[in-house]
């Protein structure tokens, strides 16, 4: 079953924009990563952390983690038209990887 | 850079054929994985691989699925008889180890067309 579910499942902005995804989750984790797919660089891992972490930056990417209301969000700053890409949240518990449904990210030049 | 590459990229089938995917993964990951990506969907794991063991096949379809990885390293996975519902990306990801804080490289997937 999938988990981690996205939020909005498909976001559009401009060249220089923000972009704000937003991730809810039902059971316990051990971490929360985002992970990153289009069709030129296909699947990539972008950001891992951990349940006891309430955020990390990893250069333009942000992430946020609130346990307590099993949430999760990745901001994307100053984005680039090589940003689109879909954007998935995946949960970590149990030795597995739990891929929510994505956010489609659309950035225009 | 190191890759996991995958063979074929694209496969065209009839239902009630058989089919196999190749995976090798990055040297030296002892972690293997299959997943299933279905069109608008994320990745959903069929199977993992700890060297040559099967460590979780609980969502593989037993009675159509297998995989191996018979010495440890490449894998293949096969379907047989294929149906129309396995249309679908089948992706094949590795790591150095098992446990959920390593990161998993995905390889560029095989695309299969049931027919």
């Known amino acids: 079953s999938q988990q981690g579910e996205e939020d909005p499942q498909a976001l559009s902005i401009q060249e220089g924009e923000n972009a704000t995804m937003n991730c809810s989750y039902k059971t316990s984790i051990n971490n929360l990563q985002w992970y990153r797919q289009n069709s030129g660089r296909g699947l990539v891992h972008l950001i891992l952390i951990r349940s006891n972490e309430r955020e990390k930056h990893s250069g333009r990417l942000r992430v946020t983690l609130d346990t307590s209301k099993k949430s999760s969000s990745l901001l994307i700053t100053a984005s680039r038209a090589a940003d689109t890409a879909s954007y998935f949240c995946v949960r970590g518990s149990n030795y597995k990887l739990t891929f929510g449904k994505g956010t489609l990210l659309t950035v225009n030049p | 850079e190191a890759e996991v590459a995958q063979s074929p990229r694209y496969k065209i089938t009839e239902k009630s054929q058989a089919v196999a995917f190749w995976c090798d993964p990055i040297?030296?990951?002892?972690?293997l994985y299959w997943y299933r990506q279905i069109l608008g969907q994320g990745p959903e794991l069929l199977v993992q691989?700890?060297?040559?063991?099967?460590?979780?096949d609980s969502q593989l379809p037993k009675d159509r699925f297998s995989a191996e990885r018979l010495k440890g390293v490449d894998s293949t996975l096969k379907i047989q008889p294929a149906e129309l519902g396995d249309s679908a990306m089948y992706l094949c990801a590795s790591s150095l180890e098992w446990g959920l804080q390593e990161t998993q490289y995905f390889g560029p997937g095989t695309r299969l067309l049931v027919l």
């Open positions: 040297s030296g990951h002892a972690t």
């Open positions: 691989f700890q060297d040559e063991s099967v460590v979780d």
